[in-house]
């Protein structure tokens, strides 16, 4: 299902809902997907989030909270449909969507968004035609991207262009509880995330000197530019692997 068609889902279905025609609600799951992508719409185009998008997780939340100002059905139906509008015509009018392409990695389908899997594979691209410096640069711009997309799955968390990757990488841990100062955490997973720590540091500091938007000390080799390949697919497959941990045991609230 498109973004597009997504949008028009969950808008058909609560204003259904509101007009009582239909006394179901949809799956959270549709939901879900819907806030994101207004949320990341509303981030790149500098757009206020409508507020029910903000304060909720489910239909069943949405419809109490509009409920909850005592306005008519049709003024309810109208402020929902106006809503998902706006970003429904940008969609169609930027003619964007969500693109979904096979790469060797092990990134969950539905968090993956096209300037993600783009950085993938220029990862793997430049590597092959011998532009290192350039993989380098690839490879800090797909954790810096992983970093963002998990991170707008989060309503109350606000991120700029101008946020460094050791920052970004601090605010995911911090909001996926994998903080290594937590006493909680077993020793050797504590050693870990201290690891993982150093290697984001590592890529951010060897691409600033390195990479092929700065002038590099000197060229880049081969095996160098393929640990910081790797090492960025490491930390973004566990990332992903522990956000979907987490959102499934219920640890961590969008």
Do not use: W
Not at 112 to 124: D, G, M, Q
Not at 125 to 146: F, P, Q, W
């Amino acid at each position: 299902m498109s973004a597009i068609e997504t949008l028009e889902k969950v808008k058909s279905e609560i204003t259904s809902y509101i007009n009582g025609s239909s006394s179901q609600f949809i799956d959270n799951e549709s939901f879900r997907k819907a806030r994101i992508i207004i949320k990341r719409i509303s981030q790149e185009q500098n757009l206020e989030v409508p507020s029910f998008i903000t304060a909720c997780r489910t239909v069943e939340e949405t419809v109490d909270e509009l409920y909850s100002d005592g306005a008519p059905d049709f003024v309810q139906v109208n402020y929902v449909n106006l809503s998902f509008n706006k970003y429904i015509d940008f969609l169609e009018e930027q003619q964007l969507d969500v693109k979904i392409v096979h790469v060797e990695a092990e990134v969950p389908e539905e968090l993956k968004f096209e300037y993600i899997l783009e950085s993938i594979e220029k990862c793997e691209n430049r590597i092959n035609s011998g532009d290192y410096s350039g993989a380098v640069t690839s490879a800090k711009t797909l954790v810096e991207g992983v970093c963002k997309e998990i991170l707008n799955k989060f309503a109350d968390i606000t991120i700029d262009n101008k946020t460094d990757l050791p920052a970004l990488f601090t605010k995911v841990r911090q909001n996926l509880n994998l903080d290594p100062r937590d006493p909680d955490l077993d020793k050797a997973l504590k050693e870990v995330l201290t690891g993982l720590i150093k290697i984001v540091n590592g890529i951010s500091e060897i691409r600033n000197k390195r990479g092929d938007s700065h002038i590099p000390t000197y060229k880049i080799d081969r095996h160098h530019a393929l640990i910081v390949v790797n090492s960025a697919k490491t930390v973004v497959t566990f990332l992903f692997n522990t956000y979907e941990y987490q959102l499934k045991k219920g640890s961590v609230i969008l």
